[in-house]
């Protein structure tokens, strides 16, 4: 398959602005695993889902990752951060009018500068003069999605962060999570439904378009993921219970197959490249709750992988004409895996 393959219609005004006045205020399309489709809303989840469930979350929190600089000369410097390094280096996403030079540093509010190490690919390798976490916590904004046209606000800072975010390395939410509040892990707990949570620290890389059209010569982006042996322990109660393990999100997903590549679940702390997409066969994961994503990206592929290829288009061409809110911001969407 192609990278044209996975492309669909979307109006811009569908793509969500702003997150919806309540968490859990938002639609949830149920894609069957006969093809049929159904629209509820998000609290409805718990009647899809059944006593013995698995529901694994992603417990990463997004760092305030974006942060303007200036060089000696007054020229503007952008710099979202990527991934954080040994020491005080880190990995950034950097925007400025002339490239940078390791003889002039870049000057960071709060009295901290920046100075150039290095190139990775599209990637810049920078050192800061003081430690990168606590300085991004202090002076970094939240870095929303590029299809957010407006500036941040400060509802961002709590809106775009799962109500269970813990571990700091994420510079993207795993959105799917966005839609829970307390009360309704609270329902779904009391409707017999286990929780257990992994670390995926989502890249800016997730936001990136595919540039080849062959889907074979893509490079996918790494990420940094954690599956403990609590999870391996909870998913094989899970399947002696006859339950299912439902994924909430994309990066869950790629978590839990990436500690599978041996074949079955084992802890797994290092890095993945994990690229799904239609024809892959998965292993560890029976269910998923995501958002809807954006044409001919890799988070599509993995749902089509995921759902069916037809299945999951008919249903996204179902969302645009019902008028569904689309991307980070917008409503969500349960898939069973497909038998296909």
């Given at each position: 398959?192609?990278?044209s ?8 005004e ?8 309540e ?6 399309l ?12 998000f ?9 013995d469930?698995l ?12 942060v303007?600089?200036?060089k000696?000369?007054g020229?503007?410097?952008?710099i ?23 003889e ?26 003081g430690?990168p ?6 002076n ?13 606000e ?10 269970y ?28 439904i ?12 997730t ?17 940094r ?11 094989a ?21 990436s ?28 269910a ?19 759902g ?22 917008g ?7 497909s038998?296909?």
């Open positions: 398959m192609r990278r393959d996975f492309a669909y219609e979307l109006p811009t569908l793509i969500a602005q702003r997150p919806a006045l968490r859990s205020g938002s639609r949830l149920h894609l069957r695993r006969d093809g049929a489709i159904e629209d509820l809303q609290v409805d989840l718990t009647r899809l889902l059944r006593p469930d529901l694994i979350f992603n417990d990463t929190r997004v760092i305030p990752a974006r303007i600089g200036a000696p000369t020229g503007q410097v952008e979202l951060l990527e991934r954080i390094l040994e020491g005080q280096r880190i990995l950034a996403h950097v925007h400025a009018s002339k490239a940078l030079r390791a002039v540093p870049v000057h960071l509010p709060g009295g901290v500068e920046a100075r150039f190490i290095g190139r990775h690919d599209d990637l810049f390798e920078l050192e800061l003069s430690d976490l606590e300085y991004f916590e202090r970094g904004s939240m870095p929303l999605p590029p299809y957010i046209e407006r500036t941040t400060s509802d961002d800072a709590t809106r775009y962060q799962t109500v975010a813990k571990e700091a390395g994420a510079v993207a939410a795993p959105t799917a999570g966005l839609h829970f509040d307390d009360a309704m892990i609270e329902r779904c707990k009391r409707a017999g286990r929780t257990a949570y992994v670390t995926l620290h989502v890249g800016a890389g936001f990136q378009s595919i540039r080849v059209d062959d889907l074979d010569q893509h490079r996918m982006h790494r990420e993921v954690r599956v403990d042996q609590d999870v391996c322990d909870a998913v109660e899970t399947r002696k219970r006859g339950g299912r393990v439902v994924a909430v999100g994309t990066t869950v997903v790629r978590s839990l197959e500690a599978s590549a041996s074949g079955t679940l084992q802890p797994f702390n290092g890095e993945t490249q994990l690229f799904i997409r239609p024809g892959y066969r998965f292993r560890s994961v029976d998923l709750l995501t958002n809807f994503h954006l044409p001919e990206s890799t988070l599509l592929m993995l749902v089509c992988a995921f069916g290829y037809e299945a999951v288009l008919r249903a996204y061409r179902h969302a645009v004409i019902q008028r569904y809110r689309f991307f980070s911001y409503d969500a969407m349960f898939l069973e895996k038998e296909t």
